[in-house]
């Protein structure tokens, strides 16, 4: 009895050791490349200069990802973010960030995409889609008032 106990113990811990974690939402995108693995790349062109992006291994990312190519008008929020509602809705698992960071490509509601270009506390709520690489430059390119922003896959 103790034998048939003890195996089932081993095959449980083993069943649970092999499970992938629980919340992936935060997990860059993968995707095979010649037997390696690569983070899913998007580029964002503001006024000339290219920033590249990786997006987030979520529903909402990927279904976004589908909306790609596209030339948006964003509009100016607050002096930290840039804002485009979206033709269709996208699926959401909101969460508050406590923190938004500069380069943070966010979704809030379901369908109003949003590009943050400094970092600040918030009480809102957003799904997070991605966040550019190396912001350096963002805000300069972003500039002070509205813009038109070509968002691609890289």
Same mark, same amino acid.
């Given at each position: ?55 987030? /291994? ?26 485009? /509602? ?69």
């Amino acid at each position: 009895m103790k034998s048939i106990l003890l195996l089932v113990l081993i095959f449980t811990s083993v069943i649970i050791g092999n499970q992938p974690p629980c919340n992936k939402e935060n997990v860059p995108i993968k995707t095979e490349n010649n037997g390696t693995m690569a983070n899913e790349k998007i580029k964002i062109t503001v006024n000339s200069q290219i920033f590249t992006a990786t997006l987030l /291994d979520n529903n909402t990312s990927k279904v976004f990802k589908e909306l790609l190519p596209m030339t948006i008008p964003m509009t100016e929020l607050n002096g930290n973010e840039k804002y485009y /509602d979206l033709p269709k809705s996208l699926p959401t698992n909101s969460t508050n960030p406590g923190s938004i960071k500069n380069g943070d490509l966010m979704l809030y509601g379901s369908n109003t995409l949003v590009l943050f270009y400094k970092t600040f506390q918030t009480s809102y709520n957003y799904t997070k889609l991605g966040c550019i690489d190396d912001t350096a430059g963002l805000q300069k390119a972003i500039g002070a008032g509205n813009v038109s922003v070509t968002i691609d896959k890289n």
